[in-house]
């Protein structure tokens, strides 16, 4: 039978700090209440009994991403990384509240972002952005994934102001496209040929995806570019925020090579809590993993010089690995200049240029339009460095 301790906190007392090492545990509020507070966006939230804390940093392995203090005294439930599978199955309802609590702050992180770099757009006009992505692939020959996001676009506005050019696209797209499940089906296993697009940014989304083989891109088309977010394999899950909130695509998913994908939808998505803890285990650490790369993304914005950005952005790369980098050994992060810019929300600049950047530091190097770290250490504390300077100035 799982044993959980309890803890007993004074007013006034921090139970975790902002940026220091991980715990490999959480707490659930019993009692009391508690302040979450980050310094350098300023937020500040009261958590109550029956709230979730440090999920992110126990799940990821990485860095707290905020300071939480109690306001008077506190009785928290410690539950080990180690233990939340088998908390999983005696409390089920208590895992589905951490997962809809990650995607509801995660999602309100991508839209602070989305926010402060200008690039938010509103609920009304979604459709005009599945256009927009329907035409970007159109002409970059691409019909597969032109004719999907024409089709959402009809499915989504038939009444829309593009309605007509989608329909007349769609048609001399159809016969060359081999695009895939246009309509949700019942099917729980399904394949998608490389190039085929399995959702695009502003559909309506209900289903989440378990990638069984092959390969997804997760990407944005966005001033006449697709930048690629993030790419995922076999085990991955994607689309889970669509599902948990029930909300609109955030992104495009395409598959970059012939792929199977098991499908998750409401009417299973609770068996499956129930019935597959590691499911909910893998569920609850990939939401806190882009959790806390949206912390730090929001944070690299927050940045005013560019130079840090660059800086700070090479350090989430390596962070992001979460493995030990010999100090002596280049790493090749597989960023090309273009890559790099585009991460820091930064304009699109010349190889010359990016190198002037970073050329205030020995750490780094351009060799082949890629970027190389030249030592792993002295560049995590410059970053970090940056961000405490960011920190004091946000006060």
């Known amino acids: 039978m799982l044993q959980l301790s309890t803890e007993t906190v004074a007013p006034g ?28 966006s300023k937020q500040s939230r009261v958590y109550e009994p029956g709230s979730v804390i440090g999920v992110v940093p126990c799940m990821t392995g990485r860095s707290q991403t905020e300071s939480v203090i109690a306001k008077n005294q506190v ?17 089920p309802s208590i895992a589905m509240k951490i997962v809809q609590m990650l995607s509801r702050d995660l999602r309100s992180f ?40 024409y089709y959402q ?7 829309g102001m593009y309605a007509g050019e989608c329909r007349r696209a769609y048609e001399k797209l159809q016969s060359k496209s081999k695009a895939v499940y246009l309509d949700p089906s019942e099917e729980t296993n399904r394949f998608y040929p490389k190039g085929t697009m399995v959702f695009a940014e502003g559909q309506t989304g209900s289903e989440m995806f378990i990638i069984g083989s092959g390969a997804v891109c997760i990407s944005k088309v966005s001033g006449g570019e697709e930048q690629a977010i993030v790419y ?12 948990l909130e029930n909300e609109f695509r955030s992104a495009n998913a395409r598959a970059t090579e012939d792929s199977n994908l098991i499908v998750v939808n ?16 893998k569920l609850t650490a990939t939401l806190a993993n882009r959790y806390w790369y949206s ?16 800086v700070d952005m090479l350090a989430i790369q390596v962070e992001m690995k979460k493995s030990s980098l010999v100090r002596s050994v ?22 010359e240029e990016v190198a002037y950047l970073l050329g205030g530091t020995q750490d780094v190097a351009v060799s082949g339009g890629k970027v190389i770290i030249k030592d792993v250490e002295s560049l995590l504390k410059q970053a970090e460095f940056y961000r405490k300077k960011r920190d004091k100035q946000a006060l």
């Open 13 to 40: 007392s921090y139970i975790f700090v902002e940026d220091k090492e991980p715990k490999d545990y959480f707490y659930i509020i019993r009692e009391g209440n508690v302040q979450g507070i980050r310094r350098y």
């Open 330 to 351: 280049n790493y090749e992060t597989g960023l090309s200049v273009q890559d790099l810019m585009v991460l820091c929300n930064l304009e699109a600049s010349g190889q």
């Open 75 to 91: 009785t928290l439930v410690k539950v080990l990384r180690s233990q939340y599978e088998e908390f999983i199955k005696g409390n």
């Open 110 to 149: 991508n839209e602070a972002y989305d926010k402060k770099t200008g690039s938010m757009g509103s609920f009304k006009d979604r459709t005009v952005k599945l256009y927009e992505t329907a035409c970007y692939y159109e002409e970059k020959d691409m019909p597969d994934v032109a004719a999907f996001a």
């Open 232 to 243: 995922f394999k076999k085990g991955d899950l994607l689309g889970e925020m669509a599902l």
């Open 295 to 310: 912390y730090r993304r929001y944070g690299n914005v927050c940045l005013s010089d560019s130079r840090e950005r660059l």
């Open 266 to 281: 409401r009417k299973n998505f609770d068996l499956m809590v129930e019935t597959q803890p590691q499911y909910i285990l």
């Open 153 to 159: 676009y009809m499915k989504e506005a038939p009444d």
